[in-house]
């Protein structure tokens, strides 16, 4: 029993980081549709929550970069 803990435990921390840059990616993308839509205010919604939830994430720095240009 504590081997299939144990063993569940690492599955989730391996498969974890994956699913937390495809929900980044797929924030990203929407964005960016929202952009290509003439919607400024919900891609930039959705740059500044792609920056808070997932700061450490490429989606991240790319999102900050955009924010940068919509604001302009």
């Known amino acids: 029993m504590r081997m299939l803990v144990l063993a569940l ?5 391996t498969l974890l980081p994956s699913c ?6 797929e924030l990203f993308e ?5 952009e290509k839509q003439n ?4 891609a930039r919604q ?5 920056a808070v939830k997932f700061p450490d994430s490429e989606y991240a ?3 900050k970069e955009r924010l940068a ?4």
């Open 20 to 25: 937390v840059g495809k929900k980044a990616q």
């Open 69 to 72: 240009e919509i604001k302009k």
């Open 61 to 63: 720095k790319k999102a």
């Open 39 to 42: 919607n400024q205010e919900h």
């Open 30 to 34: 929407t964005a960016q549709f929202e």
């Open 46 to 50: 959705l740059y500044e929550e792609i």
């Open 9 to 13: 435990a690492l599955l989730m921390v």
